[in-house]
């Protein structure tokens, strides 16, 4: 492994499993506190505008982040300094005009994003929606800082940061429950807006430490001139308004598959829980693999190392299809055991376990495409070249609406469906399904366009034999599972989790390297 990826892989891994471990045990005790419940329901919709904000502005790989990266990484730590604080000032004053606007118009936004929604959720919505707009300025700062850290290869406190609004918020839970337990007359869960303080304390906390961490590193400079580096700040501005939007595809289509899920009673809670799933592996992956190649693809493009350039993304693209369908072969054959063993318990009945496996198992099947349309939208973005993938974004937002549309029956209102075929909430799943692997194969073509020449064939052959040995890995599993009915039931889902994981991983790992499509070395891996 080259040395830069070796001496910050394993601090970018290791922050970002302890954030999904946090984020993991936040998702169980909302499972057993809420289940797929209206109060859930209703945050979820409430968390939409903010969410899109904290996590396209705000999160890691988002637009400012990248931009931040790309422009600050070749200046020394003054003058990166006075760049930073300059846009941050600006931003934070741009995203709290927009909080305001948003604070005195939630009920509007809130009958928008799902018209269909009861009363009841509805009004909790609009309550949670106006908490949480006090989260949209802090997240300006927030995503300024990671890239402002990551320029500084300052990997660890930017990969672990999330963890602190997931334990803020399973504090609130423990806490609430804790002091409510002894009032017969009150239920702790009636407080609506229990999950929306939560967030923005968490969130709160967050900025503060980002804070303290930047002034530490010397990149906070109040006292600097706003017209020096304007040049910097253009560049900063130019990345970041389209790839705010090309960058967050997949969230502007939260949006849109919100819209639709309200005509299903619980889809959204139940869209949470799955793609929560899918998430905390993916996140673990992103951030190892496309966070650490950033800063040097842009060094490589900046030295014109087209060669080295292209040898680093194909291997990366290798790695990432070779971990992403493993992750699909393993959701789909222990989507039942997965969910039990993390869910199933309190609120969360046998029922929501139903609903949500097969949620989980259309979201299992996109994995691949997600992670290769992020790596190639961040590799757009490590050369400035953000046009392309900005146009993208508005035609697989169109594709989405029609795909969502379609795949749900077709509905028209006062006139029914048009269409006899209607795959529920699983139909605005497969939607973005569809629009992603469109956008993979249209951004994968125009690299030639900017001198970047991939062996699509050889790519291609590559990714149908690691197909192949996650569906033999799949069925073998799956034969095992049969014969696993006399195991006591008390830990039967924790042990086929667990064993059935190393099994599934083993036979693969063999599978792919007798199928010569598998690199990775135990003792030495080399990218």
Known sequence: MHSFLKNNVFSISFGTSLSKLAGCLRQIFIAAAFGIGVTYDAFNYAYIIPGFVLIIIGGINGPLHNAVVAVLTPLNKKNGGIVLTQVSIKISILLSGLAILIFFNSDLLIELLAPNLSNEAKSIATHQLKILTACIPLSGFIGLSFGALNSRKKFFLSSISPAITSVTTIFF???????????????????????????????????????????????LRLNSSIQLFLDEERRIFKLIIPASISSGLNQINVFIDMF????????????????????????????SLILPLLPKFSRLRSIRDNRGFQRNLISAIEYSFLTTIFLT?????????????????????YSATLKVKNI???????????????????????????????KLSFAGIMLNIFFDWLLIGAPINNFGNLSPYSFGVVGIILSSIIVNFIICILLSLNLRNEDINLPNWDLFKKIILMSLASFIDSRICFTILKNTNNFNPNFREFFLLIFGSLTFFVVYFLLTKFLKVNKFKIYQNRI
């Open 173 to 219: 839970i423990l806490f609430s429950w804790i002091f409510r337990q002894g009032d017969t007359s009150s239920n702790f869960l009636s407080y609506t807006g229990l999950l929306a303080i939560a967030t923005l304390t968490g969130t709160l906390i967050q900025f503060v430490i980002q804070i303290w961490e930047i002034n530490k590193i010397g990149l």
């Open 360 to 390: 989980l198992t259309a979201y299992a099947v996109g994995i691949p495409f997600y992670l290769y349309r992020d790596l190639l939208v961040r590799t757009y973005y490590s050369i400035e070249k953000a046009n392309f993938p900005f």
């Open 260 to 287: 639709f899920a309200s005509s299903f009673q619980g889809a959204a809670s139940g869209l949470a829980y799955g793609n929560f799933l899918i998430q905390a592996p993916l996140g673990i992956l992103s951030n």
């Open 329 to 349: 072969g393993f959701f789909v054959t222990f989507n039942n055991q997965i969910i039990q063993l993390f869910f199933q318990r309190g609120a969360f009945d």
